[in-house]
């Protein structure tokens, strides 16, 4: 058997009412067709044919390496996108799997059991049914006296007894290509939506119609509306967190824990409400992350914390600690045992070992030398209205309160800045940089200023 898979995503998903095609709409951070795609691992398919119209070129564009698309350029139904599939399937392929792009839930486990039911079995099809209490909009597979499939009646066309069936037609098949191909060339388009149905191709086959009905009605759930969309995120979500969770992630309220599809987390870390792992994301062993992250495109490694800050494309290095309230902008990295404190922002910031920025800062385009210590209030003033320029801070640095460096500058080794300091010119190593006017003080001025203005007062002044 060489098995071949189609996947159907030309629509646009009228019901989604959405300007996006709906196979694009993501969930945990992957389009819904990246869904159906990664229920193939156990498979091994020989050709994969994806069928595109709707945002062909968008659609094409998220689809993995490997992946072939057939433009199905007008709608006509799920048996004309068959097809079209079947048309740019590799012709080595005797077996086809025709999946919808729509039904994100499905298992790798189901699809391996449905190919290996199919095999050797002499059946020219084997599809996969399940049985639902609100059976809904689903096609209804028609069983004959004998329990054997007939075929499947569309929700429109059914009548009111069929209607009260509640076994459904999932929307995945596998044929023998050459009856599948036979059986399309004989379907019409008589029915309520005057389309092409792929399900009007059972009864022309040939031979007993298999069918493998689901123990798990769940994962065969269909996206076509946004409240769908909903229901399977919130499916994904806890099956994600569930894998985590028996993988060693503590999660205290794991409804509060949201993770996208590519996420790792180490044993032993904590997981608390809020927390938004988002693609691109690893986070080592033994962390705290939260309450309230959003981390994106970050690593974080063993042993950090990280509370109520939003990260974006950056490295939190070992045991280091960010937050509350902090905003790492893409290109940071802090080092181990370095500290992003509260109300700091940075962006392209190379923080090193042990260094630390804890409160009210902006620091962008800048490198700091391991164990400095950036005072309150510091700002790198990398901006000069054209364009960016660095700020260098070497090793072992102590800035005071509410410095600006305006960059390009450079501070060496070991350097102390004076607090209120406008740092506008380098600063060689061991040296104090201090920038700012003198104090004055006028002794005995506030009884002067009392006496002036009661004299005012006295004279008929308010
Ligand atoms: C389809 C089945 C229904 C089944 C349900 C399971 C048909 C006629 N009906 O209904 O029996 O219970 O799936 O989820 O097959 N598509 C194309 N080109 C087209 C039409 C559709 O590529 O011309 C694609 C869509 O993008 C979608 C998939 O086929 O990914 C299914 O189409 P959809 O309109 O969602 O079918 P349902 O009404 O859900
Ligand atoms: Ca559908």
């Known amino acids: 058997m060489k098995l071949g898979v189609v996947v159907l995503a030309a629509g646009l998903g009228t019901r989604m ?58 709608q006509l139904g799920t048996g004309h996108a068959a097809s079209v599939g079947l048309n740019a399937l590799d012709a080595a392929c005797d077996t086809v799997l025709l999946l919808c792009g729509d039904t994100p839930l499905l ?30 909009a689903y096609g209804r597979v028609l069983r004959d006296g004998a329990g054997e499939v007939t075929g499947v ?35 019409g388009s008589k029915n309520a939506q005057g389309e092409m149905y792929l399900p009007d191709t059972l009864p022309l086959v040939g031979g007993p119609i298999g069918a493998l009905r689901s123990a798990d009605p769940d994962v065969v759930a269909g996206v ?46 904590v997981l608390l409400p809020g927390v938004h792992l988002r693609s691109g994301t690893t986070v080592g062993e033994g962390c ?64 090193g070992r042990k260094a630390k920025v804890p409160h009210l800062s902006y620091m962008g385009d800048v490198e700091i030398g391991e164990g400095s210590n950036i005072g309150a209030g510091n700002i790198t003033a990398n901006y000069d209205g054209f364009r960016k320029h660095a700020t260098r801070i070497g090793a072992r640095v102590k800035t005071g309160s509410d410095c600006v460096f305006v960059a390009p500058v450079t501070l060496g080794d070991d ?15 061991g040296a104090l ?8 003080v006028i002794e005995g001025f506030t009884a002067k200023a009392v006496a002036k203005a009661k004299a005012a007062n006295d004279s008929g002044g308010h």
């Open 17 to 74: 009412r959405s300007a996006t095609p709906k196979v694009l709409h993501r969930i945990a951070g992957r389009p819904l067709v990246g869904w159906v795609l990664a229920a193939l691992e156990g498979v091994d398919p020989v050709h994969t044919v994806v069928v595109v119209g709707h945002g062909a070129d968008d659609v094409t564009a998220v689809l993995p390496d490997g992946v072939a698309t057939a433009v199905q350029e007008r």
């Open 107 to 136: 298992r790798a486990e189901l699809i391996t059991e449905l190919v290996g039911m199919h095999a050797g079995s002499g059946r020219a099809v084997t599809m996969v049914s399940a049985d639902l209490d609100d059976a809904g």
């Open 153 to 187: 009646v569309e929700a429109q066309d059914a009548t009111p007894g069929q209607l009260a069936i509640t076994e459904i037609n999932a929307g995945i098949f596998v044929f023998d290509r050459a009856a599948l191909a036979a059986a399309l060339g004989q379907v």
């Open 224 to 269: 076509n509306t946004r409240v769908d969309l909903a229901a399977c995120e919130a499916a994904i979500q806890a099956r994600l967190r569930e894998e985590l969770m028996l993988a060693g992630v503590t999660m205290p309220d794991p409804s509060g824990v949201y993770v996208d599809h590519d996420v790792t987390v180490g044993q032993d870390t």
């Open 288 to 351: 705290t992350i939260g309450p309230d992250c959003v981390l994106e495109g970050c690593a974080v490694g063993d042993g950090a914390s990280v509370t109520a800050a939003h990260a974006f494309s950056s490295e939190i290095g070992p045991a280091a600690q960010v937050g509350p309230f902090a905003y790492l902008r893409p290109g940071t990295r802090l080092a181990e045992s370095g500290k992003i404190g509260t109300f700091v922002e940075t962006k392209n910031a190379r923080i």
């Open 415 to 429: 350097v102390m800045t004076g607090a209120g300091s406008i740092i506008t010119d380098d600063v060689p190593d």
């Open 433 to 440: 940089g201090i920038a700012r006017a003198r104090q004055a």
